[in-house]
């Protein structure tokens, strides 16, 4: 019996055909058991920009009165009102008195609360004889703080106090972890003009910081239809970032070390605020031991000190932390 003769372009047909069944079943196979296709988090912003791109820093608040719903369990409103500078109001506008900068994240830009209950907004009340911007940003880490401090300062010479509002996500957002990368794509439909970017630190051989420009999550065509193609995703950054884990906490310190340096370039006094931090004793002495100022407002978030289903803080936690920063300020006589 003769052997049935295939043709070159008979076997290339069927080389295709098979690989087409091979990734149908794969795909089939991994939706069954729990992947999905990529999926983006619904706005809860009314389809409002609030962050425009910035080159160096990622993205930047843009001058707006925002009305937010900040989840949609939630029918009431906030009010999100960002100044010319892409600071956060706190009320007072005298321009000739001297300063306090508040840098940080969500935490201490307050996100999920009016204006007027941000901590810094009643810091504001309390020592109005200082004018204080709010220069936190929804998001950022310390490099972003610190990049963006430093842009700051050169605008205002009279600025006397700033405060680092620290939570220990920071940590990953300084190196720019793969989690932290995913979560910002899969929230960049609330009110990014544009998929952000996240620059990050890393220690050279000689244990100095290297600043990188902003990167972002990969994004492969077909992902939002094909779960295979979201799972070739997680396994390039997984590969591509796993490294970068194990120096994030000694970036971290780092990059207190340098906010602190360029506090005292500029003649200003620095304190770090503890947010939200399980590892208050590691940075509480490390901070010491380098005459830093720090005070720990790590408060246990409980439901009723928490925006109703968000893990952002709402104004009762606010007042709290007002209480505790302000208190460190008066009794070590930062602002004198």
Known sequence: ?????????????????????????????LQLIG??????????????????????????AKKGIYELNINSNVKSKIKFTIENSGNRQTSIDNLKKKNIFFIGGSFTQGWGVNDDNTFAYLIQNKFNNYKVYNFAQ??????????????????????????YGFIEHHEQRNVARKNWLETLLRYSKRGYDQIPKVPYASINKKGKLIYHKPVSYIMLPLREKFASVVLIEKFYMKQTTKHRKKNQKTITKKIFI??????????????????????????????????????????????????????????????????????YISKNNLLF
């Open 138 to 163: 929804s998001g950022y880490g310390g490099v972003q703080s610190l990049l963006l401090l430093k842009r700051k300062l050169k605008n205002y010479k009279s600025t006397k106090l700033i405060v």
């Open 258 to 327: 340098e906010l602190n340096n360029v506090a005292k370039k500029n003649n200003t006094n620095f304190l770090i605020v503890n947010l939200s931090s399980s590892n208050e004793n590691e940075y509480k002495n490390f901070l010491s031991e380098n005459k830093i100022d720090y005070v720990n407002c790590n408060f246990f978030l409980s439901k009723d000190l928490l925006v109703k289903n968000d893990f952002h803080p709402n104004e009762k936690a606010h007042s709290l932390y007002s209480k505790c920063i302000s208190s």
């Open 35 to 60: 992947f999905k296709p990529w999926k983006y988090e619904k706005s809860e912003s009314g389809n409002q920009e609030i962050f425009k791109k910035d080159n160096e820093l990622g993205w930047i």
């Open 1 to 29: 019996m003769k052997a049935l003769k295939v043709n070159k372009k008979t076997t290339l047909v069927l080389i295709i055909f098979s690989v087409f069944i091979s990734l149908i079943i794969v795909e089939v196979l």
